[in-house]
């Protein structure tokens, strides 16, 4: 029930196309949804988050769809670009504000020039 | 957003020495840090809760007597890992909360030879 289960675990998209990463989870108490980016041998940057109270939400080319009665929620990366090849890792946090979150397994994004 | 640092970014160190990690928060104060291990091409996966000024939490099947986790300040906790074997060879990483999300330090890449 702690699992955030991700996928696909990887995907290449070409250039100027929307890369769609997906999530899902089982506990009811997660209460906060980050999504990280990671390049090779970096530690994961802060991409984007979202409360469940909220159905969408977007900044720049990335975009958080939440569905809270599915408990799912998806990364969209609109006009894909080459380095925006990296390692996403969908997150949930079950105690508000204390930034302690359970990762996904991670996608590989490969985006082709 | 705020910034994580840690350090050294890579250590290489024999078998059966000891091996001290820093993390440090450097435009805020943070009460709590996480010490996360990564192996290659797989997730985060939480180790321990650092609290400043009292004891680390340990998440089940970390041993606590091999990572030592000191939080002296505001700013500054340290990860040990002592009588290091090539087993303990990896990715680790710490982050800290602040506002809108937890943020990663660079990692530090340990080997054991």
Redesign the interface.
Known sequence: QQQVKQSPQSLIVQKGGISIINCAYENTAFDYFPWYQQFPGKGPALLIAIRPDVSEKKEGRFTISFNKSAKQFSLHIMDSQPGDSATYFCAASYTSGTYKYIFGTGTRLKVLA | ?AV?S?HPSRVICKSGTSVKIECRSLDFQAT?M?WYRQFP????M?MA?SNEGSKATYEQGVEKDKFLINHASLTLSTLTVTSAHPEDSS?Y?C???QG????????T?LTVV
């Open positions: 957003g994580v840690q709590t996480f091409k797989q997730s985060l939480l809760t990715f990483i982050s800290a909360g809108w999300g937890a943020f990663f330090g660079q990692g890449r």
